[in-house]
């Protein structure tokens, strides 16, 4: 049987949500029905080594910005070219180029698939009008050339496409999904050292909101709790300089603790008692799934789609117009609840859809669909 050629066109391949994503879809895809491959800008991306373990290809390619525009364009149809069955684009509005480009290169099933429901950047700064003007002509490429529309959430998929279609037949909700065997363990060591630990998952931005988990960790040492919140995530950039010195004005080392880019953090979840997420908004946040499934009591920024909550009252939604002294009292309160049992969140899980391998096969059965309409 012939494999079906899919090419999945998502940035770098590196760490991050969108991409742990991916790999639960590769892992669990079947190898004698896809043949999935995937972009990236980066010489040696994080997922490289397992992708090509998986029979998988990291195909590199140049970015979208500034003068490198039109030579990514070219760049891309060469790989796509007499190559590939599906594009399955994750760019946000840069999915327009890579779905007119897939159109070009006679790509006949080009799937888009929405994850945010904001287009600032990482600094929290919203486009100017050239970039406004280029999301615009973006999105009626994307209307235009996606025969596929799928989205993490009904937020997301509202924002990309508009509500119009997310009423037609073509259009996918398809949540974010968990490798439940990875995250749902026995508690080693919650209290290590006498303190409870409390975790914090992404990239340093200010989206994520690291600057105010430091005001959270102040306000936790005003009293004096051995509560200590555990950051992790990639490590080097701006944001993080700012709150390592915001860290060392307040004194507060002991409270807050980065931990860099782990491989490990089903363990960290493991070692932890509660979770914490004061993101400025999210699409569908999948370290929420993970937390949950570790049976974590979750504090989180009520500033994005409520189709994350398993529904069993691991998540306390709060506005982050509160104060983190307020938060240091609900991550206070959180360390010290019970969570359900297994089988309650097995059952949540099972119900919403979240586990990888329903996740892997609602994809796949939207790319045999597609690939199978246009025989």
């Given at each position: 049987m012939k494999k079906i050629r899919v090419l999945i066109v998502s940035g770098n391949m590196d760490v991050g949500g969108i991409?742990?994503?991916?790999?639960h879809l590769l892992r669990n895809a079947d190898k004698d029905k896809f043949q999935i491959d995937f972009t990236t800008n980066m010489e040696h991306p994080f997922y490289?080594?397992?992708i090509l373990s998986l029979g998988g290809k990291c195909i590199r390619i140049c970015n979208t910005e500034g003068k490198h525009f039109f030579r990514y364009c070219k760049e891309l149809y060469d790989v796509l070219k007499g190559k590939y069955d599906v594009v399955h684009s994750h760019e946000l509005y840069h999915s327009g180029l890579v779905l007119l480009t897939a159109k070009l290169a006679g790509v006949k099933s080009r799937i888009v698939h929405a994850h945010n429901i904001s287009d600032a950047d990482e600094n929290d700064s919203y486009p100017g009008i050239v970039r406004k003007i280029y999301n615009f002509a973006m999105r009626r490429l994307i209307l235009r050339y996606a025969t596929q529309f799928c989205a993490c959430s009904s937020p997301a998929g509202e924002f990309?496409?508009?509500k119009e279609i997310t009423k037609n037949e073509n259009y996918n909700l398809v949540f974010n999904s968990i490798d439940v065997s990875k995250f749902m363990r026995p508690k080693e060591n919650a209290n290590y050292d006498g303190w409870a630990n409390v975790l914090q998952i992404g990239r340093f931005t200010n989206v994520k909101n690291q600057l105010f988990s430091v005001e959270i960790a102040n306000e936790i040492r005003k009293t004096n709790k051995k509560i200590r919140i555990l950051c992790v995530g990639n490590n080097g950039n701006d944001y993080e300089q700012e709150v390592k010195k915001k860290i060392n004005e307040y004194g507060?080392?002991?409270?807050?603790?980065l931990l860099g880019v782990r491989k490990d953090v089903a363990n960290i979840m493991a070692a932890c008692k509660a979770f914490l997420l004061p993101s400025l908004y999210e699409g569908m946040p999948l370290v929420l799934l993970e937390a949950q499934t570790a049976a974590l009591n979750c504090v989180v920024a009520d500033t994005f789609s409520h189709e994350a909550d398993f529904g069993i009252g691991l998540i306390n939604w709060l506005?982050?117009?509160s104060g983190s002294r307020v938060w240091a009292e609900k991550i206070a309160e959180a360390t010290e609840l019970k969570a359900p049992d297994e089988t309650v969140i097995m059952?949540?899980?099972n119900k919403h859809g979240f586990d990888s391998k329903s996740f892997c096969e609602k994809i796949c059965s939207i790319y045999e669909k597609d690939y199978h309409r246009f025989m």
């Open positions: 991409e742990n994503q991916l790999m490289e080594e397992e990309l496409y508009g507060v080392s002991e409270y807050i603790q506005s982050l117009e059952n949540a899980i």
